[in-house]
């Protein structure tokens, strides 16, 4: 029987740390997404084990295993080869999102577990097909983001459901930097990043699914009866063929959601504004948040907790599913939740190709 979140951190805090299972066994599948440093130099926490590590550019493989002190005997250049020979319980991949759905057709046939880095797929069509594969062989497939991570997000959620807002009535979340070629990623990443086929486009899809995972998330996994998006190039020079700089509207019964995707900002963010008829929130960033209650009434400010260990973390996380003691249901990384963020993502494309509002087929 799937245990909830809450109930299964309480019984972790009961339970003695000398019956702490073996790790899981995890692969790594890609390395171009530089988010791959996360699992990479994270700290041994004992509930997860990497096996493997597979990526055709041995040159790259090469610096990022020599960066974090890993064993040569890690790297595999042939997919089949390593998931043969290390026999991993799940892989977490950090390819370009194209490739998303050539891994999951090689990996799911196994009975592989899978955690791909945001958002889900290239396309709505490639999201299904995932799916299906995920359905057809039983495993999990989640997408991690870094925001599922942020206590803000989750105490907004708590605020929400505990009515402190009233009815909630509109959502701005705001995701985005200076560019990605401006911050300095490396060329491997840039590649497929500011690729439209690769990426299925630039700022729109690097953070406008931020917030359409939140959106969908917040709403409880409602889907937007309208989306529209408008997406512009301020920096052709740099970025010739995606956008980067995206704004994406989406209108639900009594609310509305507005997402701000930008490779154009002074500065890095990832925060949210959450107005509710009776008070708003504010998520500055991952802890820092700041609630008012009507005009005549000062605003707060206040930290979210931490999040408790072993769910801190995406890979703490995918250990629980792997072991079958977390059900992922409705969570921001879920599968349900995730496909939802595609047709939002494949309709604002689609609206910011026409400059018309697009409406989700009931």
């Known amino acids: 029987m799937m245990l909830s979140l809450l109930a299964l951190l309480a019984l972790l805090a009961l339970s003695p740390t000398s019956d702490q299972p073996d790790p899981v066994r995890v692969a790594v599948v890609g390395l171009t997404h530089t988010h791959v440093h996360w699992i990479l130099g994270r700290e041994d926490r004992g509930d997860i084990e990497i096996v493997g590590i597979w990526e055709p550019n041995e040159d790259l493989a090469g610096r990022y295993i020599e960066q974090h002190g890993l064993s040569p005997d890690l790297y595999y250049g042939d997919l089949d080869t390593m998931l043969d020979e290390t026999e991993p319980e799940a892989v977490t991949v950090f390819t370009s999102i194209y490739e998303h759905l050539e891994v999951v057709e090689q990996v799911a ?12 797929a290239v396309s709505m069509d490639h999201a299904l097909r995932m799916a299906e594969l995920a359905k057809t062989h039983g495993v999990h497939l989640l997408t991690n983001y870094e925001t599922t991570w942020y206590p803000s997000v989750h105490r907004t959620r708590a605020m929400v459901e505990a009515g402190e807002l009233g009815p909630m009535r509109k959502m701005v979340i705001r995701d985005g930097h200076r560019g990605p070629k401006e911050i300095g990623v490396n060329e491997e990443f840039l590649e497929w990043l500011t690729d ?16 359409a995972n939140i959106a969908t998330w917040l709403m409880e996994g409602q889907r937007p009866q309208t989306v529209f998006a408008v997406t512009q190039t301020h920096k052709p020079d740099i970025y010739p063929h995606v956008d980067d700089e995206a704004t994406i509207v989406l209108t639900y019964p009594g609310a509305q959601a507005i997402i701000q995707a930008s490779w154009n900002w002074p500065v890095s963010r990832k ?36 999040a408790d260990a072993p769910v801190d973390d995406p890979f703490a996380y995918l250990a629980l599913v792997v072991r079958g003691e977390l059900d992922p249901a409705q969570d921001l990384n879920s599968l349900p939740i995730n496909l939802i963020v595609m047709e939002i993502l494949d309709a604002a494309r689609e609206s910011a190709r026409t400059g018309s509002a697009i409406r989700l087929a009931d």
Do not use: Q, W
């Not at 439209?196 to 917030?211: E, R």
């Not at 802890?287 to 707060?300: K, L, N, Q, V, Y």
């Open 109 to 120: 046939p196994r009975g592989i577990h899978i955690m791909v880095e945001k958002p889900l």
């Open 196 to 211: 439209p086929v690769l990426n299925g486009g630039g700022a729109i899809t690097d953070f406008g699914c931020y917030g």
């Open 271 to 306: 925060d949210m504004a959450v107005y509710g008829r009776d008070a708003y929130v504010y998520a500055d960033d991952g802890s820092r948040m700041r609630t008012r209650a009507g005009d005549d009434e000062p605003e707060h400010t206040f930290s979210a907790d931490p």
